[in-house]
């Protein structure tokens, strides 16, 4: 690889000041995710108060969702040019604030922007910079890692679900809300703990699973032939835009990746399914007469389940049986998840809604669990942090428009019916697209390697196993680089 002038860096730890980064990264995701999903427990408190339907007040769920995932781009961009630190920080200054101005909200439209708008763009600022700092510590455990660190979104639902809804009957939902701000404080000093690190360019053969090391080599070249800025001469601010500007386009360059716009584009369908049983569980529990206590409970039951497909999914795609298999157990749960919510309609009783809570907790846990790192195996390390970026932001849609819409469907039909069922149609049909492009993909390999053997010998074809890339011409054999 050609020598670049770059400060001395060090490789992932695996382990060290990494599991202090988990225990951070644990802490962001129970004051996020799990503060957002317990929102849904105020959702009845919210239309009975300001008397409001239901597709008005989902309008505020839907807010902090959706600006949370919008922001992520300005989570990543802030964490990459100064910290990741500073970023966790001002997020965690930024939500507490609006959590607190909401308790004194007096109407649903002061709720959009403090609890929807405020606090959406503080989680944003915290929640990505912290995953991809995970990423950053770990290579080798990086799903068990991701695992534990993701926990924290289920560990958080447990324990604040009936916390919250006694603290709305003890302090009504002012108070609650204004309690969970003082929480949500804890962020700042989550950020205390983010501890910069840099990796080296030259990663090991295995580590990444796209072909770094020659799209790097091929892109700095690409960056000094553009680029104004000549050794020995001055610095021109033209210059300085133009090496600002192809840094930038360097950042995002695996957008040219096929695997990753596929991705992308099954996540719109996989982020409108997932945010609906959130916010419409408990109040679907009340409509079938389950009280108050045992539906939120249900949400209880959805974050401890979730920490073990969490911790579990994690743990086994590490394995090296299954290391190379983490994209199919991936949209296998996701799958399963859309399965799940094709069933709510008929459950129309508490240890009835007990198995669904059960399942549908297990393997949401699991997909968020392995979300960022099969995004880090199509991308690679160097793009991890952009990258999440990007795949937050595109939740950000769905997860505005899929609980209004869910509302409205309440609204017009009167049932739950069609709202869940939209829900799991959704996600499957990210799971079958996944699916299809996976087999597309093989399909492809396949006969581009039969075509090799006649090609031109100057033509190369560049695959990725996975584990090791490989380099096949026409007049050699395929040699590991």
């Not at 020598?3 to 962001?28: E, H, L, R």
């Not at 983490?326 to 296998?332: D, G, K, P, T, W």
Request: proline share 5%; hydrophobic share 45%; glycine share 8%.
């Amino acid at each position: 690889m050609a020598q670049t002038n770059k400060v001395p860096v060090a490789v992932p730890p695996d382990g060290g000041w990494g599991w202090m980064i988990v225990a951070g990264c644990f802490i962001v995701t129970i004051c996020t995710r799990a503060v957002t999903r317990c929102i849904s427990i105020f959702f009845v408190e919210f239309q009975m108060h300001f008397a409001q339907d239901y597709s008005k007040t989902a309008w505020i769920h839907s807010l902090v969702d959706c600006t949370t995932m919008l922001c992520a781009p300005l989570g990543s961009f802030i964490g990459n040019r100064l910290s990741c630190r500073f970023a966790v920080i001002l997020g965690g200054f930024m939500a507490s604030t609006g959590l607190i101005l909401s308790s004194f909200a007096t109407s649903l439209e002061n709720l959009y922007l403090s609890l929807g708008v405020l606090t959406g763009i503080g989680f944003a600022l915290c929640y990505t910079p912290a995953i991809a700092m995970v990423g950053k510590y770990f290579c080798k455990r990086k799903s068990l890692a991701y695992g534990v660190a993701m926990s924290g979104s289920g560990i958080g639902t447990f324990i604040l679900a009936p916390v919250v809804q006694h603290l709305i009957e003890l302090y009504s939902w002012r108070g609650a809300l204004l309690l969970l701000g003082g929480f949500v404080a804890n962020l700042c000093v989550c950020g205390a703990l983010m501890r910069p690190i840099t990796l080296k360019e030259e990663q090991l053969s295995g580590m990444l699973s796209v072909d770094e090391e020659n799209t790097y080599n091929k892109q700095q070249n690409n960056l000094n032939s553009k680029s104004a800025c000549k050794p020995g001469q001055p610095i021109r601010t033209d210059c300085l835009n133009r090496c600002v500007f192809f840094q930038s386009l360097q950042e995002y360059s695996f957008f040219l990746m096929p695997d990753f716009m596929v991705l992308a584009v099954s996540i719109l369908f996989l982020a409108y399914g997932c945010s609906v049983p959130f916010v419409y569980l408990v109040p679907y529990a009340l409509n079938v007469g389950v009280s108050h206590q045992n539906s939120a409970f249900l949400m209880s039951i959805l974050g401890v389940i979730g920490i073990v497909g969490n911790i579990t999914f994690g743990w086994l795609t590490d394995r090296r049986c299954l290391k190379k298999y983490r994209y199919f157990c991936f949209l296998v749960a996701v799958g399963m998840d859309g399965l799940c919510c094709l069933l709510i309609p008929t459950l129309q009783s508490f240890p009835l809604l007990v198995p669904f809570s059960v399942l549908y907790g297990y393997f949401d846990g699991a997909y968020v669990a392995l979300l960022p790192v099969v995004t880090s195996d199509i991308v690679g390390t160097q793009y991890l942090s952009s990258a999440l970026g990007v795949v937050f932001f595109l939740h950000a849609i769905p997860y505005l428009i899929s609980p209004p819409i869910a509302g409205w469907l309440v609204d017009r039909t009167g049932t739950y019916t069609a709202a869940f069922m939209l829900s799991g149609f959704s996600m499957i049909f990210s799971s079958v697209l996944l699916v299809c492009a996976a087999l597309i993909k093989k399909c492809f390999r396949t006969r581009s390697g039969s075509y090799s053997t006649n090609s031109d010998p100057k033509l190369q074809i560049w695959t990725n196993t996975g584990e090791t890339d490989y380099c096949v011409t026409a007049d050699q054999e395929p040699k590991p680089v």
